[in-house]
């Protein structure tokens, strides 16, 4: 069970544990400095290098309750769109959770998604 949880920007990510690059495919997504993919995919052979690696350098990406993208540390299977592996490995009992893109705002009421800077008006039903 977690004692911790952290939440970090990307970038501090970034530096503190290192994603390593994507060998095995090179059009993979999130590019590091190098030009490199960093994000494995969830099947076949990225997924099987994944699941060979040190459990606590293996992170989630994935789509939030919220309708954010989060990365999160540790193995994961709902709503995971992608993994990490890291050079730097995470602490034993602590989760950390890194924001990758902001929730959607939606209205209560209509379920319309609502722009942060715009004023918002439900249609009468």
Same mark, same amino acid.
Request: one cysteine or more; glycine letters at 8%.
């Given at each position: ?17 290192? @994603?390593? @690059? ?68 995470? @602490? ?10 902001? @929730? ?22």
């Amino acid at each position: 069970m977690s004692n911790n949880f952290i939440e970090l920007t990307f970038d501090e990510w970034l530096d503190t544990y290192k @994603p390593i @690059p994507n060998y095995l495919d090179e059009n993979a997504s999130f590019q590091n400095e190098s030009g490199f993919g960093v994000m494995f995919e969830t099947y076949g052979e990225e997924v099987d290098f994944v699941k060979q690696q040190d459990p606590n350098r293996i992170w989630m990406y994935g789509s939030g309750d919220d309708g954010g993208t989060y990365i999160w540390s540790g193995w994961g299977f709902v709503n995971r769109l992608g993994y990490f592996v890291t050079e730097v490995p995470f @602490p034993e009992n602590t989760i950390i959770q890194v924001l990758v893109a902001e @929730p959607d705002l939606t209205c209560d009421d209509c379920d319309e998604i609502i722009e942060e800077d715009e004023e918002h008006q439900c249609e009468e039903n």
